[in-house]
């Protein structure tokens, strides 16, 4: 089992900067994949961005050049750096790890962008 505890969500102004973390927990050496996940009210859950073992990254077109994504090993913690922040990346944000054919979900941070 693998735990998950997200912080840094909040309420910021257009153009400012957030950083989100997420703590792993538990059988981390299972995981093969971290990710960041947000939904927005009456829309579907999607991958905001997300960082292998080996480091590759993956973002969506929606955030790139805005948004990284990054791992600190030592602490079993992957970040997520929002800058240049919109109304429309308001959303909850779930940090999530897949590892051995499971999937571990986080309770999830509130992002709120107001303009």
């Known amino acids: 089992q693998v735990q998950l505890v997200e912080s840094g969500g909040g309420l910021v102004q257009a153009g400012g900067s957030l950083r989100l973390s997420c703590a792993a927990s538990g059988s981390i050496f299972s995981i093969k994949v971290m990710g960041w996940y947000r939904q927005a009210p009456g829309k579907q859950r999607e991958l905001v961005a997300a960082?292998?073992?080996?480091?590759?990254?993956y973002y969506a077109d929606s955030v790139k050049g805005r948004f990284t994504i990054s791992r600190d090993n030592a602490k079993n913690t992957v970040y997520l750096q929002m800058n240049n922040l919109k109304p429309e990346d308001t959303a909850v944000y779930y940090c999530?790890?897949?590892?051995?054919?499971?999937?571990?979900w986080g309770q999830g941070t509130q992002v709120t962008v107001s303009s």
């Open positions: 999530a790890a897949e590892g051995e054919g499971k999937d571990y």
């Open positions: 960082i292998t073992s080996g480091g590759s990254t």
